[in-house]
């Protein structure tokens, strides 16, 4: 599904949310101030847009992982393009059996990739081990509001509006349908904290953006 709608994804995610899932990235990235950030993990990093975000925040070296070799064939060129390698790399692999050592990297960040997890928890704790300790994660994630009348407009938009467009300009019919069945069935908020502390995660903080509309959650691995 998602080696089908790499060709227009970025533009589908710029143009769907108005522009405003750059800001989500850049507020995400701040919690990295003060850390030290010599290689940074970006799981489900898709074309790169928040791998890219993390170099340009301060980390010396970043990796990016995701299982679909579409959108890591968009954002090698995009990298390319930028003249980011190789400093920003990105690499095939499955965010529940990564191919790294323990304690490898000094921060992981998961932007719009949890809810996609076939097993959130295996996947969680494959995070925690090659996170180095005190480290961080910092999951940038879509969430759903809760106050009137911001939930009832968001179900219209993401439940009629955006699969009619993302059909139109993608081709593909499931892919913009499946994004509001995952975001419903994904446990947000304390449900979400509550897998972090699950997997050994310590200091979990929970912030919510534009209305509820997405969340950060960050975790340290003591």
């Known amino acids: 599904m998602f080696d089908n709608i790499s060709g227009k994804y ?3 995610n710029h143009t769907l949310s108005m522009g405003i899932d750059r800001g989500w990235r850049k507020k995400a990235i701040q919690h990295l101030k003060g850390r030290s950030c010599d290689h940074l993990l970006d799981i489900a990093t898709g074309t790169g847009d928040f791998a890219i975000t993390a170099y340009r925040a301060g980390c010396k070296k970043v990796t990016g992982v995701d299982i679909s070799n579409g959108m890591l064939n968009i ?3 995009k990298i390319t393009r930028l003249g ?4 920003v790399e990105l690499l095939y692999g499955d965010s529940e059996n990564l191919p790294f050592e323990n304690n490898t990297f000094d921060a992981i960040t998961v932007a719009f990739g949890v809810r996609n997890f076939e ?5 969680l704790s494959e995070i925690f081990r090659v996170l180095k300790p005190n480290g961080i994660l910092i999951v940038l994630e879509f969430s759903q509001p809760r106050t009137f ?5 968001y179900g219209l938009y ?3 509006i955006l699969p009619l467009f993302g059909k139109m300009v993608s081709g593909d019919k499931s892919a913009y349908s499946y994004l509001p069945e995952s975001v419903r069935q ?11 502390l699950k997997a050994g995660f310590k200091e979990t903080t929970e912030e919510r953006l534009t209305f509820g509309i997405a969340s950060i959650y960050t975790g340290i691995k003591s």
């Open 10 to 12: 970025d533009f589908l």
């Open 75 to 77: 954002g090698r060129q």
């Open 84 to 87: 980011l390698d190789p400093k």
């Open 119 to 123: 097993n959130l928890d295996k996947g």
């Open 149 to 153: 009348p911001v939930k009832q407009l």
């Open 158 to 160: 993401f439940t009629k």
């Open 186 to 196: 994904f446990p947000e908020g304390t449900a979400f904290i509550g897998h972090l």
